[in-house]
């Protein structure tokens, strides 16, 4: 295989390459591996976090197909929501999102951002939620019955082209290793849809990196999420009519971190997010990254990680997810490390 990887056309929106920071004091802290992070929550303000990298792929589709609407969903603060609707208006298109949750009086966090860019949004409840694919016809039905010409990302952009938006974050690790000459025992991430995974993944096994994949399910379990990261490398390679040689046993997850579930966090969880503010200055967000952090750092009590090894912490971003807990952060304004 070359190592030319044949991507098809992007728009660019994240400022790339997003730098490779060590975390001294908390690898000192934590006594085990050297911990360092990839700063994809800082690609750029609005259009920071994993989101983006895969918005590259499809804004490029879109305009290719010659669509002036995207659509996509979430759950009301949906990070990939919010990234969406933001790349949207940064190409002149318009965004019509559809939020799991109820309307909210004072808009806040991500939320807050979708409405200030005037997307147009559809509330559905839970049960609606599952049957999305159903509510993603209504809207497409609707916009085409106007003259609109919409577009649909899935939840998350997990498929397999918004997964390229990680096989080339994995080409620019692998500059950065050749740079460097840091050589990473592993790569740790949160998965919440699982495309940022995937795209890790077959980077991986193109650009032939040694480091492990480990991914910390913050929702679901983690074969769940093997499935489903299965299932997306395989539309991936159908894309691309590439083969990867994919077998489900490489995809390298630990369960055990969801804790409460999607979106509810722990007094443990908040410490941890803490910790990091105050020893590194790196803001994690209670869903996604901070369960992850919390996975890296008992992993690393566990043994699973060691000293003289060299983890790499994937900074997927969703610092805008952290503000609608400002009444959780009061009340557990004790959990000081
Ligand atoms: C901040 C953040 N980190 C991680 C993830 C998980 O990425 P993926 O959905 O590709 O598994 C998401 C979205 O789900 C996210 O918004």
Redesign the pocket.
Known sequence: MSDIFPYPKTVPLAHTPSRIEYLERLSKRWGGPEIYIKRD?DTSCLLS???VR?LEFFLADAQAQGADTLVTC?GIQ???ARATAIAAKRAGLDCHLILRGKEIQIPDGNYLLDLLVKSKITFVTKSQYLNRDQIFDKVEKELTQKGRRPYSIP????NGL??LG?VKAMEEIRDQINETGLQFNAIV???????????LWIGKKFFHIKADII?FN?AASADY?REKIFECAKELENLMKMNFFLTKEEIQMIDGYVGKGYGKSRPEEMALIKEVAQREGIIL?P???GK?MVGLADQIKKGRFKKGQKVLFLH???IF?LFPYREWFKKNQKSEV
Not at 155 to 158: K, N, V
Not at 189 to 199: E, R
Request: proline letters at 0%.
């Open positions: 929550d976090g994993n989101k895969k979430g949906s990070n990939h939840e998350g952009g997990s918004g997964a990680y991430l949160a998965v919440g849809s699982g495309g940022t995974y995937t795209g991914g913050i999420f967000d869903i996604y990254t992850a997927t971003g969703g997810g």
